[in-house]
């Protein structure tokens, strides 16, 4: 990963020794470089923190720039299709300087405008100054696996990839955001674009911003939206064009010029992405962590893997290593999150991180292919079984299918069974008194479509909308 961050002051310079400390904050995401570029008589600051992964020779740092200096890039993530996207540029009469990924994005925007948005393909948060236009663009890529942060105060905006990058500068105020901490003990995340800062947003996955130096706020919408698919009435082609889609997938992340690896529990998705990975013929550095004296450990089951695929495969198995690491995940993490596989995570990357770059994993699997449990209760909801005869003779029935299926995602979902109207109770009044009558399925409902979708159709939109950006992709 790399970091990002900026500053835009309508009225006033850029403190240079302030900025530099917030880039600073982000040093632990860029340890190869770190660069800032300073413009409109230092109003406008761009920085940047770099993890080499393609190209690692100094045509590959950021702040990047077109020929003439008036586009300016600070990117982290990866485009998939940037190889071809290139090709294309270049026959439009546009000349490369490096082999990254990233130049790809300045002049794509220079052919395309906003339009570039819709052609890439990969995970990315970026942010584009416009010297011409005098206007910053914020983006973040359609699922959101790289975050994006920003801060308006009427005259001055900021972003970064993580929110210390933004409150380090003491001019950004500190204030609990008293709703997002009810909708954490809700929901166990801070739902999109709040944070838990007054103030401070999430750029929500597949949206942009657009600022104009001169005058106006910013201005946010969507580039893409997630459509329902097609039934697939098939199951062996659904089953070929799955494959296809995830084999061509894999092929495209395999691209770089450190050494990769992928996380490996055992379990369907990871295994899938090892054999598709040895497919290829590539060198595999796969890692997997287990529990001491846990029967549901599934690092025996990822040895199997390893062993069937012939990768170079290491294991680390926990025992009292993750006693004391609250206050340093809270450090990265910066706000709330709730979920058990955090800390396990956390340490996996680190381990791994003495032996490779970059590490392909599962996560977003279960999402797709409907593999949680709630999915398969909220259909056996719909449609339960038929009560049989001995049933019926006892007068048993089933109950009616839920009328609100915002609620019943909430219900199977969630965490605890408290409601808004209980956190006060369970926490003390105060602040939380606010939201005593509030929605317990609103972050839910807003992305319900006004057509129904099918109970399994309507859980996966949600997962995507929620669940995925916001608990299993933030780890």
């Known amino acids: 990963m790399c970091g990002i961050l900026g ?3 309508r009225q006033a310079p850029v403190s240079r020794e302030v900025f530099t400390a917030m880039r600073d904050s982000l040093n632990h995401r860029g340890p190869d470089s770190a660069g800032s570029e300073y413009f409109q008589e230092d109003r406008v600051a761009l920085g940047h923190l770099r993890l080499s992964i393609i190209d690692l020779s100094e045509d590959g740092r950021q702040p990047m720039t077109n020929e003439d200096g008036t586009v300016w890039l600070v990117f982290n993530g990866e485009i998939y299709n940037f190889k071809t996207l290139r090709n294309e540029l270049e026959g439009l009469g546009h000349t490369f300087r490096s082999q990254t990924d ?13 339009d570039v948005l819709q052609k890439i393909e990969g995970m990315y948060a970026l942010a584009l100054w416009d010297d011409n236009q005098k206007e910053l663009i914020l983006a973040r890529d359609r699922v959101g696996i790289k975050p994006l942060f920003y801060y308006y105060n009427g005259q001055q905006i900021y972003f970064a990839s993580e929110l210390k990058g933004i409150v380090t500068d003491p001019q950004v105020p ?16 801070v739902p999109q674009p709040r944070t838990i800062y007054q103030g401070i947003r999430k750029l929500p996955p597949g949206h942009y911003l657009r600022f104009s130096f001169a005058q106006g706020d910013p201005i946010t919408a969507p580039y893409w939206e997630l459509k329902p698919g097609i039934d697939q009435p098939d199951n062996t082609e659904a089953i070929r064009t799955a494959n296809s889609m995830l084999q061509a997938s894999v092929q495209e992340q395999l691209v770089a010029d450190v050494p990769l690896g992928v996380f490996l529990s055992g379990g369907y998705d990871s295994s899938a992405l090892v054999m598709h990975m040895a497919s290829t013929g590539a060198d595999i550095n796969s890692f997997a962590i287990g529990f001491e004296n846990w029967g ?5 089951f990822a040895k199997s893997v390893a062993e ?9 198995v926990l025992q009292d290593e993750m006693t004391g690491l609250a206050k340093e995940l809270a450090y990265y993490y910066d706000e709330p999150l709730g979920g058990s596989s955090f800390l396990p995570t956390y340490l996996l990357s680190r381990q ?16 797709v292919f409907a593999g949680y449990r709630w999915h398969h209760r909220l259909h056996k909801a719909y449609f339960p079984p038929k009560v049989g005869f001995m049933g019926k003779l006892r007068g048993r029935t089933n109950p009616p299918p839920p009328t609100d299926f915002a609620k019943a995602y909430h219900t199977n979902t969630s965490w605890t069974k408290w409601r808004y109207s209980d956190l006060p109770k369970a926490f003390g009044g105060g602040h939380l008194n606010a939201y005593l009558d509030k929605d317990d399925a609103w972050v839910y409902r807003r992305f319900l479509p ?6 399994i159709k309507s859980a996966q939109l949600l997962d995507y909308h929620t669940m995925l950006p916001e608990v299993f992709l933030t780890k």
């Open 7 to 9: 500053q835009i002051n």
């Open 308 to 316: 069937t695929f012939g990768t170079s495969h290491q294991e680390w």
């Open 296 to 300: 549901s450990s599934e690092h025996k």
């Open 450 to 455: 006004n057509e129904p979708l099918s109970p």
């Open 102 to 114: 990233s130049e790809v994005l300045i002049h794509g925007y220079e052919a395309w405008g906003l």
């Open 352 to 367: 791994a991180r003495k032996h490779v770059k970059v590490a392909l994993s599962g996560d977003g699997g279960d999402e």
């Open 174 to 189: 500190r204030k609990v955001d008293w709703e997002s901490v009810a909708d954490y003990l809700m929901y166990r995340f």
